[in-house]
């Protein structure tokens, strides 16, 4: 064994492209456990780690993507809220200018219409008055004229036939030079 | 060379690949236990526990040793894998991590104080790699483009005129299934051989010429080596990346080439 482990250095010295047997064994386990070791349990623990990594850094991207977009739809939102509570209220006040002008309109024609029916009533007032006023004193004026022509003449005009008839005839007079005084 | 002779009055002998290269066993008795071996299942030792530090319990926001080793991850991911796997990547990226880290680690090793030893320049440890590309790769070609639609796409690329394949075929053959996974190993070990061929000599020159036999003359002789041996170390360094990336990309050019027709 030792004999041929020297002949094979001896060999070697000679031509160094000729493998050992022994470091060849050697090459053959140290290369595969590390293969093992590294390679099949190390490197994809790392690469999971390099997946999370890049998740982590483009989940805070998207992240920060999503919410500026929110943002910007809120905005947008509330832009359009304002702009339709402004239309609503200029809307709402030139309702409230229309509607103001309409019962000003409303109330003129009202108070026109109850002015011309006071002022109607005065008048069929006045002239139920005037009717009034104007039997009342042919009444008056009757007797007035009757006691006064009775006491004139001296004669008692007692009998109704007659006396109503003077009186008639006496008013149609008065009435007739009345009218005629009125034109 | 010859100057260096002359001035070592024969003293000086540049180191050779045997007394650079082969190594006792450390416990007498137990023959497979030398040097190499040692560091190789070292740097097993330094990846896993780098990896487990980093990734056992990874947090989304990184901290610490989870920051080295993912910019590691993003390198091979980005510089490595998606290059030639597209949406693959992410499926390989163990087996291609693994390839960058421990190609690195051995590579590293060279440059380590105390340590100063690359273990990828013994051919068997980058062998041990590109055989088991080279299995995955006719594996893969097998599995997703069929027996003998691998073999059409690999020797019979579309578009050419006939007589060409004559001169391809046999080409194509012979650079996808002999000399590639060859030159994959060996690009490697090459480069690390030299390098520590050339560390070793540089040193050796400033040790001899400093310290060993200090003279008047030999002094300079060895202040120049040290000077080339910390620039060489440095350049050194950056091969040691290179080619850990290299071997990395290359794995991964062919399993892509085997998971999709190039043509």
Redesign the interface.
């Known amino acids: 064994m030792n004999k041929a482990a020297t002949l094979l250095a001896a060999e070697e010295g000679a031509n160094p492209l000729i493998p050992h047997t022994f470091e060849l064994v050697v090459g053959i386990f140290s290369f595969f456990v590390v293969l093992f070791v590294v390679g099949r349990l190390l490197v994809p623990r790392i690469q999971k780690t390099l997946a999370e990594r890049t998740e982590a850094i483009e989940g805070g991207i998207k992240r920060a993507e999503d919410a500026q977009a929110e943002a910007l739809n809120l905005q947008k939102q509330y832009r359009e809220q304002l702009a339709e509570a402004r239309q609503e209220a200029a809307r709402l006040r030139e309702e409230a200018r229309e509607q103001a002008a309409e019962i000003r309109a409303e109330l003129r024609e009202e108070a026109q219409a109850e002015a011309r029916r006071l002022v109607e009533a005065a008048h069929a007032q006045i002239e139920a008055d005037r009717q009034a006023a104007f039997a009342q004193l042919r009444t008056e004026i009757g007797r007035l004229s009757t006691d006064l022509a009775g006491r004139i003449v001296g004669e008692s005009l007692e009998d109704e036939a007659r006396q109503s008839r003077v009186i008639d005839r006496f008013l149609d007079e008065l009435e007739r030079s009345d009218a005629q005084a009125v034109r | 060379m010859s100057a260096l002779t002359v001035l070592a009055d024969d003293q000086f002998k540049a180191p050779s690949?045997?007394e650079l290269?082969?190594f006792a066993?450390i416990i007498p008795?137990v023959?497979?236990f030398t040097k190499?071996?040692l560091l190789?299942?070292l740097?097993?030792i330094v990846?896993?526990g780098f990896?487990?530090a980093?990734?056992?319990?990874?947090?989304?926001v990184p901290r610490g040793v989870q920051n080295v080793?993912?910019y590691g991850?993003m390198f091979v991911r980005d510089q490595v894998a998606r290059p030639f796997l597209g949406k693959d990547a992410?499926r390989w990226?163990?087996?291609l991590?693994?390839l960058f880290?421990?190609v690195f680690l051995w590579n590293i090793m060279g440059v380590i104080p105390l340590l100063q030893f690359p273990v990828a320049s013994?051919?068997?440890?980058p062998?041990?790699?590109a055989i088991?590309i080279y299995v995955l790769k006719v594996y893969l070609g097998v599995k997703h483009q069929g027996a003998i639609g691998y073999f059409k796409n690999m020797m019979f690329p579309p578009g050419l005129p006939k007589p060409i394949y004559v001169l391809l075929s046999p080409i194509e053959f012979l650079s996808n299934m002999i000399i590639a996974p060859f030159t994959h190993a060996?690009r490697l070990?090459a480069n690390m051989?030299a390098g520590h061929m050339l560390l070793a000599f540089f040193s050796m020159v400033g040790f001899w010429f400093l310290f060993e036999k200090l003279t008047p003359l030999g002094a300079p002789v060895g202040v120049i080596g040290v000077i080339m041996t910390i620039i060489f170390t440095g350049f050194e360094i950056f091969i040691q990346f290179l080619q850990a990336f290299l071997f990395a990309m290359l794995a991964s050019m062919y399993i892509g080439g085997a998971l999709h027709a190039e043509h």
């Open positions: 690949p045997d290269f082969t066993p008795g023959d497979w190499p071996v190789a299942i740097s097993s990846v896993i990896c487990w980093a990734f056992a319990n990874p947090k989304i080793a993912e991850y992410d990226m163990g087996l991590l693994t880290f421990m013994h051919i068997a440890f062998a041990v790699l088991s060996v070990f051989f």
